[in-house]
């Protein structure tokens, strides 16, 4: 018998591949429960609608971006914990900007990230505050990072390479993805660094 980790991931990963090829407008929850070849009400005691399961996608996908970056590496010896942080945040926008799930929903769908970016910290924002927080802070031990709350700090970084990769199609016709992620890094180095350098 399939665990519920395994059902659910099952799920998700079912949706996945409908919003990739459908759109979220255009994926129902019945459509998931086919292609997961699981029974509806399996779906539907797990979620209420695709808008809940697709924040749950969103999530799972930016927490397996986020440790798959963490997990990259850490720093060569004597690598400011600065330097670290500001490579993993453009490991996460170069990753974000290539993820089919990510770019169909900002490219053809966006309204659907319209309330995590203008009104409130989702489930997906708090997971990467969890895990970016902590190394301000060991930044600012090490000296690399300016003083300063960390949590705003790292919610700076957060808001910053969200609005990089939700905003690239604005610099499309002037920056291609490596150039724009280079621009990324200029920013949050030079916004870490103050006065610490």
Same mark, same amino acid.
């Given at each position: 018998?399939?665990?519920?980790?395994?059902?659910e991931?099952?799920?998700?990963?079912?949706?996945? =591949?409908?919003?990739?090829?459908? $759109? =979220?407008?255009?994926?129902?929850?019945?459509?998931?429960?086919?292609?997961? #070849?699981? +029974?509806?009400?399996?779906?539907?005691?797990?979620?209420?609608?695709?808008?809940? /399961?697709?924040a749950?996608?969103?999530?799972?996908?930016?927490?397996?971006?986020?440790?798959?970056?963490?997990? +990259?590496?850490?720093?060569?010896?004597?690598?400011?914990v600065?330097?670290?942080? !500001?490579?993993?945040?453009?490991?996460?926008?170069?990753?974000?900007?290539?993820? %089919? /799930?990510?770019?169909?929903i !900002?490219?053809?769908?966006p #309204?659907?990230?319209?309330? &995590?970016?203008?009104?409130?910290? $989702?489930? +997906?924002?708090?997971?990467?505050?969890?895990?970016?927080? %902590?190394?301000?802070?060991?930044?600012?031990?090490?000296? +690399?990072?300016?003083?300063?709350? %960390?949590?705003?700090?790292?919610? &700076?970084?957060?808001?910053?390479?969200? $609005?990089?990769?939700?905003?690239?199609?604005?610099?499309?016709?002037?920056?291609?993805?490596?150039?724009?992620? $280079? #621009?990324?890094?200029?920013?949050?180095?030079?916004? /870490?660094?103050g006065?610490?350098?």
């Amino acid at each position: 018998m399939a665990s519920k980790r395994n059902v659910e991931d099952r799920i998700m990963d079912a949706a996945l =591949v409908c919003v990739e090829s459908f $759109g =979220v407008r255009r994926t129902t929850l019945t459509d998931v429960a086919r292609r997961a #070849e699981v +029974s509806r009400p399996t779906v539907y005691r797990r979620w209420p609608d695709v808008t809940a /399961l697709v924040a749950d996608l969103l999530t799972r996908e930016l927490r397996r971006i986020l440790l798959a970056q963490e997990a +990259s590496g850490g720093g060569g010896d004597g690598e400011a914990v600065r330097a670290r942080l !500001v490579r993993h945040a453009a490991g996460v926008a170069r990753a974000l900007l290539a993820h %089919p /799930l990510f770019t169909r929903i !900002v490219d053809t769908e966006p #309204e659907l990230l319209a309330t &995590y970016t203008f009104h409130r910290l $989702g489930t +997906s924002h708090r997971a990467a505050l969890d895990i970016v927080e %902590p190394v301000v802070a060991a930044g600012q031990r090490d000296g +690399s990072v300016r003083p300063g709350d %960390p949590a705003v700090l790292a919610r &700076y970084v957060l808001v910053t390479v969200q $609005g990089t990769v939700t905003s690239r199609r604005l610099f499309a016709d002037l920056l291609d993805e490596d150039a724009l992620v $280079g #621009e990324l890094t200029t920013l949050l180095d030079g916004y /870490l660094a103050g006065d610490a350098d």
